[in-house]
């Protein structure tokens, strides 16, 4: 006899802001999502879609409920377009590792800055999805 344990149900959460990231400004935009679950985080992943002409431009950093920082797109890129991946703590050297073991209950913040002139863009899409620690 085979007895399996289901691990611990990933929460996800989802934010459909469009926001347009104004142009060569550092405060840039946020959006947040509220995850109402308690527990702590055993894995992260963040996704996000954002349109933008020249990728090199922009930073994306994420804020924990616990207002914890992580650089997750530091002006990386160059002139490639659109900024359109998935950020996993599961992955080596991932800025994510950081938030591993913090409360996953509460609001998480996305944060977008353009740091360029020029090119402009848009935050269409992020998502979260956490694995609470087993």
């Known amino acids: 006899e085979i007895v399996t344990q289901a691990g611990?149900?990933?929460v996800r959460g989802e934010a459909t802001?469009?926001?347009a990231i104004p142009d060569n400004n550092p405060t840039g935009v946020s959006s947040t999502i509220g995850i109402a679950q308690a527990g702590s985080v055993?894995?992260?992943k963040v996704s996000v879609d954002i349109t933008h002409t020249y990728i090199g431009d922009l930073r994306l950093e994420l804020v924990s409920p616990?207002?914890?920082r992580v650089v997750l797109?530091?002006?990386l890129g160059g002139n490639q377009d659109n900024?359109?991946?998935t950020y996993d703590s599961a992955a080596p050297l991932s800025p994510l590792s950081a938030l591993v073991g913090?409360?996953?209950q509460g609001d998480w913040v996305?944060?977008?800055a353009d740091l360029a002139a020029v090119d402009v863009g848009t935050l269409n899409r992020w998502s979260l999805e956490i694995t609470p620690a087993s």
Do not use: C, D
């Open 17 to 19: 802001p469009n926001l």
């Open 42 to 44: 055993g894995q992260l």
């Open 102 to 104: 913090q409360s996953m």
């Open 110 to 112: 996305l944060r977008v």
């Open 83 to 85: 900024l359109v991946t």
């Open 8 to 10: 611990p149900q990933a």
């Open 66 to 68: 616990a207002s914890r």
């Open 73 to 75: 797109h530091a002006q």
